[in-house]
């Protein structure tokens, strides 16, 4: 596939913030023509299927300003520069849920919107759960509330598009997938 | 829910692109203290999964430049402004795969960065393909190679990520889900 590449000619900054970059690359492309694209770049991030000695998955209930709308989602959180991925999860299952796990299963990873932006998320499960006595606190600006739902429930907030978002959407496809009831 | 709410307290442009413009919100937090949220818009987008008569499933090879590298995804594309999602799908079918169906169905909607874009994705499914004779070309910029897979070898390109995209893996899992073999 090395005929379709694009080439990189400039880039020019637009935008460097707290979460995103923003920037645009003059791009040659492959018929010789020249274009631009429009890319954010973001440092990534891990999701979680945290799941309860009774069979039920730990959702987080959250405000997202870019919908102006509150998801039920996954626990999740974006990488710290550097960070190993298996690092950040722990992190984010402990501030979110106040559970951390030694028993942390890697499932798989996607990027979410490759058309124009590099944010990966690494998905992760456990089954094994261990309340933290004094849990790490949530990031300053970072609110959310906990919901404990069967499969079955969380179908029906996918019905009622309370869980709207891909990475939740895939890991109770994948439970399903596997068996889970 | 209602007091998880982020009220929008002044919002800054900071780009208007092609695809995507860029805003800086500063917003009120619940707790009263002040905060910002850099947030991408998106038009928001469409996937189908097009289905063979022979069981093989229709992607298109594309070199992504955010990833700076080519993935294998379902067809998709953006909306236009206005435009439904219905008719949307059926223009991206035909440009990215020159085939149309007159038996779209629709399976679910997701967001795919829902703490930094508002991107959506609407998906859809046909298992009845026609061949157009001639077919609506390419955007000017866009650069596909077309291959027809099974479940059983779209899984096996997971494995070795060339299909590393959230609504593509989110696709074969629907498939397998459904009982697809």
Redesign the interface.
Known sequence: ?KH???KTTNTQS??N????D?Q??D?L???G?N????????PG?VAIIPITQDNKIIFV???????EK??I?IP?G?LEEGESPDITVLRELEEETGYTTNQLQYI????????????I?YLYETNSLEKVLEPKPLD??E?V?LMELSIGEAEKL?AT?EI????T??AI??L??KGMR
Chains 1, 2 share one sequence.
């Open positions: 596939m379709f590449e694009e637009i935008f913030g707290k979460v995103i923003v645009v690359d791009v492309l492959p018929n023509k274009s631009k694209r429009e890319i954010v770049k973001h991030a209930k959250q405000y997202r300003k870019p919908l509150t998801l989602e999740a974006k798989t990873s996607f990027y979410t919107s490759p058309g124009f932006a590099n944010e998320i300053e600006d609110f509330e996918i598009q709207h978002d891909a990475k959407m895939y496809l994948y399903k997938n």
